[in-house]
């Protein structure tokens, strides 16, 4: 597989995938064959290929991860009938509100989310893929999740934050982007990753986005700012 080393233009270019090291072989033989992760079996219906424009909206993307891991709860049954009633115009918001609510201030939820970015950050790589629009994607496609019905509140909760996602649209955002249904990206559209160093872990690749990062990560991504802080980052 080719390798791609990251510049300051891909704060804002280019498309990028992270996923953990131990699939590089499979993706190497296979290349990124389309999935529903475990957090959106119970949301998305269709299997796709999620990616990010630029790697400034990689820190936005893991804002949103922090904040939806949250409220996910431990027991996936739970989470399969929160995630079906909450689309619904019949089921009390009330009852939405006061599980978001409690799960806001839990210590241990935080804590929780922080320790499962650590595990991507940690056991990740960044993979660049060479994506031809209406080909490979359409930037006018559906955000599954925008589309389900949920109010927009919930959605807000759960790291849809105006500050990055336009809630008035279904459509995509740069953020959380993805593949057509069911496409393959082909092994020779993708290239592993690596800092001028010669490093490809992806939290090498996280701080160098933090350090070079135009955008007010400090305004637009608060629960990314309070894992730095509970990592013990400076500056923050």
């Not at 269709?46 to 936005?60: A, M, Q, R, S, W």
């Not at 790291?159 to 993805?178: F, P």
């Amino acid at each position: 597989m080719d390798y791609y080393y990251i510049n300051k233009k891909d704060l804002n270019s280019n498309y990028f995938h992270f996923t953990d090291r131990k699939n590089l072989e499979s993706i190497e033989s296979k290349g990124l064959v389309p999935n529903i992760g475990d957090n959106a079996k119970n949301i998305e219906k269709t299997k796709k290929i999620f990616f990010v424009e630029g790697l400034d909206n990689l820190l936005i993307l893991f804002d949103c991860w922090i904040n939806a891991l949250y409220y996910i709860p431990v027991i996936p049954f739970i989470y399969k009938l929160g995630a079906f009633f909450l689309r619904h115009r019949w089921f009390p918001n009330i009852i939405g509100d006061s599980y978001f609510k409690i799960l806001k201030v839990s210590k241990l939820h935080q804590r929780r989310a922080f320790k499962k970015l650590d595990k991507i950050l940690d056991y990740g790589i960044l993979l660049k893929l060479d994506l031809e629009e209406n080909i490979d994607f359409r930037y006018d496609d559906k955000d599954e999740i925008k589309s389900c019905g949920y109010i927009k509140r919930h959605l807000e909760v759960c790291g849809y934050s105006e500050r990055y996602s336009d809630l008035n649209s279904n459509i995509m955002d740069k953020w959380n982007m993805h593949t057509l249904t069911n496409h393959i990206v082909n092994n020779k559209k993708i290239k592993v990753c690596y800092l001028e160093d010669g490093s490809s872990n992806l939290r090498y690749i996280f701080d160098y986005c933090l350090k070079n990062t135009k955008i007010d990560f400090k305004s637009i991504c608060p629960e990314l700012c309070a894992y730095l802080k509970y990592k013990g980052y400076g500056d923050v």
